[in-house]
């Protein structure tokens, strides 16, 4: 393969820090988008973006999980799935 030399040969444990920074253009959209519901709009509205928010995370960790992810793996890859496909709706 033509980037074996580029990937290791085998996984690399991966820390939060790195999935985070990572995501940080996403975690200021939604942050930002939180706030503006909040202050503009009734508190409602701030509640509904970030309830949708943890049922996303939630349900992804319950699928990683249910294949037979472990815990960690699975809330890391519920993260940043959750925040990468916030992005879509930008």
Known sequence: MFHARVLPPAGVPVRLWRVVAGS???IVL???NWCFACFVMPPVAGA???V???AVFTLGVLLRRRV???VRCAVYGAFATTLDK???GF
């Open 30 to 32: 939604w942050t930002g």
């Open 48 to 50: 509904v973006v970030a």
């Open 24 to 26: 940080a253009l996403p």
């Open 52 to 54: 949708a928010l943890v």
């Open 68 to 70: 037979g992810h472990t």
């Open 86 to 88: 916030a992005l879509d």
